[in-house]
């Protein structure tokens, strides 16, 4: 059964926030004055900026593209992308949450895409997309073209113009938008050859050739710049790729030459090699073919596209239950025993449609990392040993070993969440290794330390109070994604320093899945195996199994009190918790802050107290993650939530001259082993 292909159902369901104008102020502000930091790419208008506005009593992550005086864009692309995207609304369309136009400043505002672009995630070393991902994201954007071209419900169609791989942005979920209307054309729909003569414009390597040579555009040309994308998708290569012949930099000639050629197989993204059914491969070579047809008139229309690409799919889903890899166990490849061959097909498949995760031999390996040098070893209180290193593509890494039969579990249980979400705030999973009875699991990120070996490095100046907020931010809201957001609910179980990684711009990662659990009751779940660090784990999960998202709550107020203090949770003669909760309660904050910050005490004793709110006794009275990056932030105020805390605080206190079951149970918790 075909995907559905009518789109005024998905049209009229969805609905944007309307388009609205902010004033110069509103964006400095959302931008904290254009920081460089929240840079997220840069195009031919100007720079985009990750933002953060105010949306009635909502927070909205926006992009914010800025106009800058270099660009060979103006005015006219401007209000051609304003007045196109106010008035054309679509699921598989990129929304206009709004515009600045203030002197000389030209912004545009757009729903914030986490997935970036497809090029980026082509073409730029991420983690590659599975064969199915891929077929999910052109469906999309095709239905956004074709909505364009015959579907708007106006009078006339659009014809985008500039249709490129960096044009089709991904949401959270993986849905295709389509982008940048700035050099977009209005046509009439009732004609469907109707073309518009125009100063030829667009971008190499998608340009339709008939267009380029006559100045009439028609939505041929759309089709035409769309079968690059597809190849793009196909081979893994740019559309303008001097890796091939100089006479073939362009991928459409030398993609439809190879074919012609007989080497189709050759040609597919090495990734995706052994991972498509025959027929599906075939099916879209010859669609994308079409679509470069050297005579408009012949190529597909997008309707015809968006149909093409739905049978393949489907014929994909129906043969991956059933149909087995090519490559899998090369015959050179010993397995040590039954198990570890077991787990081989384990973590070759366990990325399902979600993610490609890739098999590498053994000297890849050793080259990555320069034969395990002891320069490249990266301390880790979770892992029994980990290095960074870098593949000879120039791509950094990072690896992690499993020698013990014990620790496979821990492995498997990593693979299998980390393939299930993506967060810029999380470690992403790349590929394993077997060799021997040792497995290595390799996550395409190289950092430049972990957290506890600099926090807790008295000679360690590098972690000043905007660093130190920026990775407490970090982690909240991968925290955040894992617990409200990504497609099955994560309890992570283990939020400690030595599990946050940091780039050299000390960007956090969150790393450390063998133990996450992911759950489907919002209200938590009972364990049989208690596991996790000492001094972090909450009394209700360490004592009585109870396990929920307020555990990782809890963990996190550690973390928070231990960044602030610099001191270990267990290292201040008793824990953390008691040591600033006591100095909270006779007003003596000042006298723990870690003397490598210069920060007001107001500011340091809100921190505190958030991470005070964590780590409360009682899990239903602790905030949910959602709250306490609200409060880290600044729009939700700790006032009352820290006067009932003290109030609790005061009314345990006088139970506790009854009985001391309280900090029992808080030194039992700090005490279960991992």
Same mark, same amino acid.
């Given at each position: 059964?075909?995907?559905?292909?009518?789109?005024?159902?998905?049209?009229?369901?969805?609905?944007?926030?309307? *388009?609205?104008?902010?004033?110069?102020?509103?964006?400095? /502000? #959302? +931008?904290?004055?254009?920081?460089?930091?929240?840079?997220?790419?840069? $195009?031919?208008?100007? %720079?985009?900026?990750? !933002?953060?506005?105010? *949306? $009635?009593?909502?927070?909205?992550?926006?992009?914010?593209?800025?106009?800058?005086?270099?660009?060979?864009?103006?005015?006219?692309?401007?209000?051609?992308?304003?007045?196109? =995207?106010?008035?054309?609304?679509?699921?598989?369309?990129?929304?206009?949450?709004?515009?600045?136009?203030?002197?000389?400043?030209?912004?545009?505002?757009?729903?914030?895409?986490? @997935? $970036?672009? =497809?090029?980026?995630?082509?073409?730029?070393?991420?983690?590659?997309?599975?064969?199915?991902?891929?077929?999910?994201?052109?469906?999309?954007?095709? %239905?956004?073209?074709?909505?364009?071209?015959?579907?708007?419900?106006?009078?006339?169609?659009?014809?985008?113009?500039?249709?490129?791989?960096?044009?089709?942005?991904?949401?959270? @979920?993986?849905?295709?938008?389509?982008?940048?209307?700035g050099l977009s054309k209005i046509v009439p729909t009732n004609q469907p050859s109707t073309y518009v003569s125009t100063l030829v414009k667009g971008t190499f390597g998608y340009l339709d050739p008939d267009y380029f040579q006559t100045g009439r555009l028609t939505r041929k040309s759309d089709v035409y710049a769309f079968g690059v994308v597809l190849f793009e998708v196909f081979c893994g290569k740019q559309a303008v790729d001097r890796s091939i012949d100089e006479e073939q930099w362009g991928l459409a000639t030398w993609a439809q030459d190879s074919i012609e050629e007989g080497r189709l197989e050759q040609i597919v993204d090495s990734n995706l090699r052994g991972r498509i059914f025959p027929k599906c491969l075939k099916e879209f070579a010859l669609l994308a073919e079409r679509c470069l047809h050297g005579r408009p008139k012949q190529r597909p229309t997008m309707t015809e596209v968006v149909e093409g690409l739905e049978s393949i799919l489907v014929l994909q889903e129906k043969t991956d239950s059933t149909w087995v890899p090519t490559f899998l166990f090369p015959s050179n490849h010993k397995i040590g025993s039954t198990r570890l061959k077991s787990l081989d097909i384990y973590l070759y498949t366990v990325g399902g449609e979600d993610r490609i995760v890739q098999r590498f031999d053994f000297d890849t390996i050793v080259y990555a990392t320069e034969n395990f040098s002891e320069a490249n070893k990266i301390l880790s209180c979770t892992y029994e040993s980990m290095y960074k290193g870098r593949l000879q593509n120039g791509q950094d890494i990072t690896i992690t070993q499993y020698s013990y039969a014990s620790t496979y579990e821990e492995c498997m249980n990593e693979a299998s969440m980390l393939v299930k979400f993506e967060h810029e705030n999380a470690i992403q999973l790349l590929g394993y290794c077997i060799h021997r009875r040792r497995m290595y699991l390799l996550y395409d990120f190289a950092p430049y330390a972990t957290l506890d070996g600099l926090i807790f490095d008295a000679q360690c100046n590098l972690l000043n109070w905007n660093t130190r907020y920026?990775?407490?931010?970090?982690?909240?809201?991968?925290?955040?994604? /894992?617990?409200?957001?990504?497609?099955?609910?994560?309890?992570? %179980?283990?939020?400690?320093?030595?599990?946050?990684?940091?780039?050299?711009?000390?960007?956090?990662?969150?790393?450390?899945?063998? =133990?996450? +659990?992911?759950?489907?009751?919002?209200? !938590?779940?009972?364990?049989?195996?208690?596991?996790?660090?000492?001094?972090?784990? #909450?009394?209700?999960?360490?004592?009585?199994?109870? =396990?929920?998202?307020?555990?990782?709550?809890?963990?996190?107020?550690v973390l928070v009190l231990e960044v602030v203090t610099g001191k270990r949770s267990i290292d201040v003669g008793?824990?953390?918790?008691?040591?600033?909760?006591?100095?909270?309660?006779?007003? +003596?904050?000042?006298?723990?802050?870690?003397?490598?910050? @210069?920060?007001?005490?107001?500011?340091?004793?809100?921190?505190?107290?958030?991470?005070?709110?964590?780590?409360? %006794?009682?899990? #239903?009275?602790?905030?949910?993650?959602?709250?306490?990056?609200?409060?880290?932030?600044?729009?939700?105020?700790?006032?009352?939530?820290?006067?009932?805390?003290?109030?609790?605080?005061? /009314?345990?206190?006088?139970?506790?001259?009854?009985?001391?079951? !309280?900090?029992?149970?808080?030194?039992?918790?700090?005490?279960?082993?991992r």
């Open positions: 059964m075909f995907l559905p292909t009518s789109h005024a159902v998905e049209s009229s369901s969805y609905s944007p926030p309307p *388009c609205r104008q902010f004033t110069f102020s509103e964006i400095e /502000l #959302a +931008t904290r004055g254009f920081d460089e930091s929240l840079v997220i790419g840069r $195009g031919g208008f100007g %720079r985009v900026y990750r !933002g953060t506005i105010t *949306c $009635g009593l909502t927070l909205l992550d926006v992009a914010i593209k800025r106009l800058e005086s270099t660009s060979n864009q103006g005015a006219v692309e401007f209000w051609a992308e304003v007045e196109m =995207l106010s008035k054309l609304r679509h699921s598989h369309l990129v929304s206009l949450i709004g515009y600045c136009n203030e002197g000389k400043e030209m912004i545009l505002v757009y729903e914030y895409m986490p @997935n $970036g672009t =497809l090029e980026d995630r082509l073409h730029k070393r991420r983690a590659p997309l599975t064969w199915v991902r891929r077929l999910k994201i052109c469906i999309g954007a095709a %239905r956004g073209l074709d909505y364009l071209h015959t579907r708007t419900g106006i009078m006339h169609g659009v014809i985008h113009r500039d249709v490129k791989s960096s044009n089709i942005l991904l949401d959270d @979920n993986w849905v295709a938008k389509i982008s940048d209307f920026k990775i407490i931010l970090g982690v909240a809201r991968v925290l955040v994604y /894992l617990h409200n957001h990504a497609p099955i609910q994560i309890i992570h %179980r283990d939020v400690e320093p030595s599990n946050i990684l940091l780039d050299e711009s000390f960007d956090p990662k969150l790393s450390g899945f063998g =133990l996450a +659990t992911a759950i489907n009751k919002t209200d !938590g779940i009972h364990v049989d195996q208690i596991c996790g660090t000492y001094g972090y784990m #909450a009394p209700e999960y360490a004592i009585h199994g109870f =396990l929920s998202a307020k555990a990782d709550v809890f963990s996190f107020g008793g824990s953390v918790k008691r040591y600033v909760k006591r100095n909270w309660v006779e007003g +003596t904050l000042s006298n723990i802050i870690d003397p490598r910050i @210069n920060v007001d005490l107001i500011l340091m004793t809100k921190f505190m107290e958030v991470g005070l709110l964590c780590v409360q %006794r009682n899990a #239903a009275v602790r905030p949910t993650m959602e709250e306490v990056v609200d409060m880290l932030v600044g729009t939700a105020s700790l006032t009352l939530r820290v006067s009932e805390m003290r109030a609790r605080r005061s /009314l345990q206190r006088t139970e506790a001259e009854d009985s001391d079951t !309280g900090e029992v149970e808080e030194f039992i918790s700090e005490l279960c082993p």
